[in-house]
């Protein structure tokens, strides 16, 4: 079944939307604050700013009131020298170009020599009618001065003369002179500042070329208030009025320095949306892609599953939390002989019909399982036998397994049901097999016990013969004293004890082991040394234990079927040795206690181990003697020690020397025999 290609087209439209409108939010927050950031940064520098030019024009007003204190009380008619060298030294110590007093009379004398033109009349400048206008200090408008060649302005205060005659004094400043404060003036984003009149006259500006020319602020006679962030086409504008003046100070910055981080932001913000968006749309054609196909696989597995569990080789039932029946298949109702009806819309409990088809201890044994599985969340499992519809035992399996939801909660519980007689009747036969090949390696190894019983037995066998030959013949003599007599005697009990202990240990050594003895495991070696040993030192072979004499050989386990073990590598390693004369006849055994556990191992120098037989050395009919072994002594001699002793046969080396390794467990287990 295909899928939409948005599966919440809804659901995405509304993220996508909010995410869009998040990030125009935060632009619109951004470019608030930043204009926040300037309106404070414009307010304090500008006003600093103007308060420093203010407090420099009211010095240059202060020093006019002085110096129009002086001049008011002289007449210009009588004191014309004297007047004009008070305004020279005036003008040096107020820091002016130059000042000049002007008479109602059209008189005006100057600190500084110069030229009046012929035409120049006093009462009509407007410097003088402006004063006298208004009758209080005046700034005069800016103005360009052909003796100084620079733009100035005057500051110009009104007075009565002794005489009651109307006088007005001036102060000649030069804007470059308030330049500084307008240029040093810090501006972000490279703004600039500059100095307008309230005509909107450019009176200073870091550009020269733009003095006396008309800023595109417009007029601000009537906006004498600090005003922030008025945007005009491409900049924004910021002023501030100075006090005793008609003059702004401006500042200029350029708006797409001030915003370009901003917008920066919210392109890279949009660009993020945007690829987010195609990436999402790709995303989701590709998941979509891979949940079509992911569905048509489920759905196939689903088929095949459905298929594995109703035409399988296992039964399967499951229950809910509440033991109620949710599903079984055909072949569980088949193994147990009942129909569909029998089970169906039924709960898992005692009175089931499924407990009714076994006899009681089964039916416990597995009730017993189920409620174990429920109550401690554990899987558990058991076979046992049921008699099928045709009479024949069969052998049956059952797995229960609880089942949780992803955060732990039981959700109930599946049984599987698996029909398992073939495997046990296998099971059944190999284990008749192998004690078949068991009993048929016990034989093979008597007839070398028994030569080496033959061994034993020649020496003591002969001194008894010669013993009774001797005391027949000192009898026949008459020379058999009594002496004589119970001396032989003794020898022969002697002799006849020595075969009676061999036959003893012979005896001993082929009993099957019925139950766990403690015995010291270098002792149980020693007692098959000391059946073979004659047989061996006849072949010039010498056997060596080695061993610390610190540790305890005591051990709990088989100890007959350990011997069985021992008696089976020696008699291989003289074989090996015996094949050729070359090779060193010893055969060594080291005996190493390390964690509960002994470590037996055998070493001989012989011909070693064929390679072609090393993976397969443990395996039924693989033998290290070519065409004379049986090739049953090492597979059931690694079978007694796994199964039997809880041990291990290994081989540890091939060749140079050969050498086999047994472990053997110093504790009674748990017992697999």
Not at 327 to 334: R, V
Not at 520 to 544: C, M, N, Q, R, W
Not at 579 to 595: A, F, M, N, P, R
Request: some cysteine; proline content about 2%; glycine content about 4%.
């Amino acid at each position: 079944m295909k899928k939409p290609f948005f599966k919440n087209i809804k659901l995405f439209l509304v993220f996508s939307l909010i995410f869009f409108g998040l990030i125009l939010s935060n632009y619109m927050v951004n470019l608030e604050i930043l204009q926040g950031m300037i309106r404070d940064q414009q307010t304090n520098t500008i006003k600093s700013a103007s308060k420093r030019i203010s407090k420099w024009l009211d010095q240059k007003i202060d020093s006019m009131n002085v110096i129009k204190t002086f001049i008011k009380g002289l007449d210009h008619e009588e004191h014309p020298e004297y007047i004009e060298n008070l305004l020279l030294q005036s003008k040096e110590v107020a820091n002016f170009a130059n000042v000049y007093v002007g008479y109602e009379d059209d008189v005006i004398l100057s600190g500084l020599k110069w030229n009046r033109p012929t035409n120049y009349d006093t009462i009509r400048r407007p410097w003088y009618i402006k004063t006298t206008n208004r009758n209080r200090t005046t700034i005069t408008d800016p103005y360009y001065d052909v003796g100084f060649k620079k733009v100035v302005v005057a500051i110009c205060t009104p007075f009565l003369e002794k005489k009651k005659r109307q006088g007005v004094v001036c102060g000649i400043l030069p804007l470059n002179h308030i330049r500084n404060e307008i240029l040093d003036i810090s501006l972000p984003y490279d703004g600039i500042a500059y100095l307008i009149d309230g005509y909107g006259k450019i009176l200073l500006h870091p550009r020269e070329h733009m003095q006396l020319k008309n800023s595109p602020y417009g007029l601000l006679a009537k906006r004498k208030s600090t005003t922030v962030n008025n945007e005009l086409d491409d900049y924004i504008f910021s002023h501030d009025h100075i006090d005793q003046s008609n003059w702004f100070i401006i500042a200029q910055l350029d708006k797409s320095s001030v915003y370009k981080k901003v917008n920066l932001q919210l392109i890279i913000n949009l660009t993020i949306y945007g690829l987010s968006l195609v990436l999402f749309i790709v995303l989701n054609i590709l998941y979509t892609k891979k949940q079509n196909l992911s569905d048509e696989k489920l759905k196939k597995t689903e088929t095949l599953l459905n298929h594995f569990i109703e035409y399988g080789d296992r039964g399967v039932l499951i229950a809910d939390s509440k033991s109620k029946i949710l599903f079984f298949n055909s072949i569980f109702t088949k193994f147990l002989e009942l129909s569909k009806s029998d089970i169906e819309d039924t709960y898992l409990e005692a009175s089931n019909n499924i407990f009714k088809t076994f006899n009681f201890n089964v039916y416990t044994k597995i009730y017993k399982k189920i409620a174990h599985a429920k109550h401690f969340k554990e899987s558990q499992e058991c076979s046992f036998e049921h008699r099928c519809e045709e009479g024949e035992i069969c052998y049956f399996q059952i797995t229960v397994l609880p089942v949780f939801s992803s955060d732990k909660v039981y959700q109930g519980l599946m049984i599987f049901l698996q029909d398992v007689t073939a495997k046990e009747k296998e099971k059944i036969y190999k284990k008749e097999q192998e004690d078949i090949l068991f009993q048929q390696a016990k034989m093979a190894d008597l007839g070398e016990m028994i030569a080496a019983v033959s061994h034993q037995w020649r020496q003591p066998l002969n001194s008894l013969s010669i013993m009774v030959g001797n005391l027949l013949q000192f009898k026949q003599m008459n020379q058999l004293t009594d002496d004589m007599f119970e001396e032989n005697l003794n020898h022969c009990i002697t002799n006849i004890h020595y075969l009676a202990d061999t036959i003893e240990t012979f005896r001993n050594f082929y009993k099957p082991s019925k139950k766990w003895q403690e015995f010291e495991v270098d002792k149980a070696i020693d007692e098959v040394f000391y059946i073979i040993s004659p047989h061996f030192k006849t072949l010039g072979i010498k056997l060596d234990i080695i061993k610390d004499m610190k540790d305890n050989m005591t051990c709990l386990n088989y100890k007959n079927e350990f011997q069985q073990i021992v008696a089976n590598l020696i008699h291989n390693a003289k074989d090996a040795i015996i094949e050729d004369k070359k090779y060193s006849k010893v055969i060594e055994v080291d005996i190493e206690l390390l964690d509960n556990k002994f470590y037996i191992k055998f070493r001989d120098y012989g011909c070693g181990i064929n390679k072609k037989i090393e993976k397969k050395l443990f395996q039924s009919f693989a033998t290290t003697k070519d065409e004379k072994g049986t090739g049953k002594g090492l597979y059931l001699s690694k079978l007694i020690a796994k199964n039997k002793l809880r041990g291990d046969l290994l081989v540890t080396n091939y060749k140079e020397p050969t050498e086999f390794l047994i472990i053997l467990p110093t504790q009674k287990g748990n017992e697999n025999a």
